[in-house]
């Protein structure tokens, strides 16, 4: 089978470069990338206008299989990062059972494969039962595949173990993702520490919360020559310590989600339960330092944290509300209405924190549209404009801040391993 993708701007997010170019994919791979290209019998996508770009990685998301597959599953999940221009995902091990064995890991990649959307990259728990106190089995659930280890949704409380885990990490060329954050700072807060909360009665939750956890993370890091992912970056502070961490060489890299860019505590202001988030929504001045901050390049990746919950548990009074939001449909035209169309990034640059970069942190091949590279592509059309309708996501949930928002930038088709999923303007 052939796919012509025909009349589009080919993107190379580590050059940073826009070409005027058609590209042949031939079964999964792409076989030729030229300008003029002409090939019988193929499926021609006509992309005048559009941007052609390796395939998306989101490296931070919640499948919620095995377990919570009332909230999303694999299947779910993966058809609506394809829907939303992603050809892989990583997810995180916070089911039921955790993916703290190798059996999960297995699991996790065989519901992935029976899917056949998005691919699928397991992160495994750094302790048993995201308990912190004892090693999960990460040499086992290497070897199954897992690319990183990571407690995401909750902190490794003690230093101690982050420091063994950290050893082992380094031992399997593994990053570790931190999920930073100090539970006796955080104290059941429930937003952003300042005057929005104490307007809204709300317990909050200081940026010291983050930021220590920061500091510790990068001093272990340091010290031992782990590979440290700071996830969910969400406070100047935070930006501040990596940036400097980063200067001094420690191998740290960070991802910034499209809800800490965009949105801010006052977001909260009608109790809206989608948008609790942990960490939560902060200040203007945080959501400057974290655009700074993509744009001097301290924060490496754009990840979505997809956190899927199902109506019922949000619909409930803000207090008792999980923690959470969905992200893989809203994030690449997030990330094109107010990162790229204000010029914090080029798309090129923006693309290269969906792309390349998020595939270096987790030690995934290079993705690339050349000759021999495989045909992970997504099509963008960076100027069409629609309205984000969670009536139509193809997650099982609907738990997203974002509806009703306009945003220009949109998916237009979504190919993996060759295998193309097309959408129409109206995001079907
Ligand atoms: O808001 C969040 N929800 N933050 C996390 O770290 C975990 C996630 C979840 O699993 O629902």
Redesign the pocket.
Known sequence: MKILIKGGTVVDPSAGTLRELDVLVEDERVIKVEAGITARGATVLDTAGMLVSPGLIDMHV?LREPGYEYKETIATGTAAAVRGGFTAVAA?P?TNPVADTRAVIEYVKKQASVAANARVYPVGAVTRGLEGNELAEMGEMREAGAVAFSN??RPVVSAGVMRRAMQYARMFGTPIIS?CEDDTLVDGGMMNEGLTASVLGLKGIPAAAEEVMVARDLLLAEAIGCALHVA?VSTAGSVRLIREAKRRGVPVTAEVTPHHFVLTEEAIAGYDTNAK??PPLRSKADVQAVLEGLADGTIDVIAS?H?P?ADYEKAVEFDKA????LGLETTLGLVFTYIVEPGVLSAPQALARLTVNPARVLGLAEPAINPGAMADITVIDPNHEAQVNPDRFLSKSRNTPFGGFWLRGQPVATIVAGKIFKFDQEGR
């Open positions: 919640h995180m916070n995401d949704g999920h969910h988030v942990n944290d956190a919950h999980p923690f959470g939001l």
